[in-house]
């Protein structure tokens, strides 16, 4: 006797297309989503499934649709306008996606979420007294000051007191810490003492930073009552109230090390290459460029071409005589730097890299998907953060050919400007 199948109903419907995201089964995703919103096209999980399935599928114009019917159908769901407000992003609407992540925060203030959302979207369109003040809803922070509060350690108040001992925690990526250790410098320069906790591998690098007085490891230790308080690194910029104007003031806030290795000089203009980020981080993949689209520009006349990658992407370039290889030379963050430092131009996809160069002061010209990360802005080929950073949009998202074509022609002109001037 054989055992009639299993009906499935619309409530498991609902959760196998989640189990299929969650699988990478994305053509099956959207063959059972579309047949949910068929079956009840008046239900807005449906449809907030159907853009989450698209979003991941990299069509946000298909998710918008579908959000917007969501939102139409249950305009009270928070999580429902952040999800079109984060689709909006991605067709380059950003005023509109601006205002979708504020109804989030109106029919949820309480939550955090929804707080850093909308946090995102002021610092992309420039808005940094509001949008660090939102910022400080991030998880990240209260999950990064748990362990200090748990072990007995203040918060701190945000007064500055002249003689002050003050702990930063780093949080997220490296690229983050070089870009927020700026601000430890009017710190110091007011009379504090501030002591960075961070990871081993960014100790070198940061203990070179104007105003830093020590580093130590992030795990809570010794006596909380050598400290006036514990805060996060990217918590100085509301803690300081610092006005937009001042961010690119910082100069060179970094130093490198003596380098392992000397780069020749006088054979050419010195370029370094960084072609990807971190494997492992979700939006490396938006990110990175194969290095055989970059590699295009290794012929040009006049240029001597340097490998700044390290860990798994430094392989990609095995067996290319154009271009020499530094990773052999880099241990940690400082050692990068020291190569970095011996660059004339860095040419690096937006990543940790970028940040170093840039605090340096080092002429950098940054790789930007179509919709970047809120710390490049909407638009634009000049960078507040770093005055010697130019940045190189992408007009399509996911095509980097005519980046790679407006890099050559500039490259070229490097080339020439150098010959002229030497």
Not at 147 to 167: K, S, T, V
Not at 392 to 406: A, L, M, Y
């Amino acid at each position: 006797m054989t055992t009639a199948p299993k009906q499935v109903t619309y409530e498991d419907g609902l959760r196998l297309v989640q189990t299929l995201v969650g699988d990478g089964r994305l053509p099956m995703a959207v063959r059972w989503v579309d047949r949910l919103c068929r079956h009840r096209p008046d239900d807005a999980r449906a449809h907030n499934q159907a853009g989450l399935v698209r979003q991941r599928q990299g069509r946000p114009d298909d998710a918008v649709l579908h959000f917007r019917r969501a939102t139409l159908l249950q305009p009270d769901a928070a999580e429902l306008w952040v999800n079109l407000g984060n689709a909006l992003r991605h067709v380059a609407a950003f005023d509109e996606a601006l205002l979708s992540r504020l109804r989030g925060v109106l029919c949820r203030p309480d939550a955090a979420d929804m707080r850093l959302s909308y946090a995102l979207g002021l610092l992309a369109a420039g808005d940094y007294r509001r949008g660090f003040a939102e910022y400080e809803y991030r998880e990240n922070r209260s999950k990064g000051l748990a362990p200090y509060a748990e072990a007995g350690w203040p918060l701190w108040d945000g007064r500055i007191r002249p003689g002050g001992r003050l702990l930063l925690a780093t949080e997220q990526g490296a690229g983050d810490a070089v870009q927020f250790v700026r601000f430890v410098r009017p710190l110091a320069e007011r009379g504090m003492e501030v002591v960075i906790a961070c990871p081993p591998e960014l100790q070198r690098l940061l203990r070179s930073a104007r105003g830093v007085a020590a580093v130590i490891d992030p795990t809570p230790s010794g006596s909380p009552a050598a400290f006036d308080g514990v805060d996060m690194l990217l918590s100085l910029p509301a803690r300081l109230g610092l006005e937009e104007e001042v961010l690119g003031l910082a100069g060179r806030y970094i130093e490198p090390p003596e380098p392992a290795f000397r780069v020749p000089a006088g054979e050419g203009l010195r370029v370094g290459l960084c072609w990807t980020g971190n494997i492992a981080t979700p939006l490396n993949a938006m990110r990175r460029i194969v290095f055989k689209e970059l590699a295009r520009l290794l012929d040009t006349p006049g240029a001597v071409f340097y490998g700044l990658q390290v860990a798994a992407g430094s392989g990609a370039s095995a067996g290319e005589p154009r271009l020499l290889d530094l990773s052999p030379h880099i241990e940690d963050f400082a050692d990068t730097t020291a190569m970095i430092d011996q660059m004339d131009l860095v040419i690096t996809v937006d990543t940790s890299v970028a940040h170093m160069a840039g605090a340096l002061g080092k002429p950098v010209w940054t790789l930007l998907a179509r919709v970047a990360d809120w710390r490049w802005g909407y638009d634009g080929e000049t960078c507040l953060w770093y005055p010697s950073m130019r940045l190189f949009r992408q007009t399509r998202s996911g095509e980097w050919r005519d980046v790679v074509e407006r890099l050559g022609t500039e490259l070229r002109r490097q080339v020439e400007s150098r010959r002229s001037a030497g």
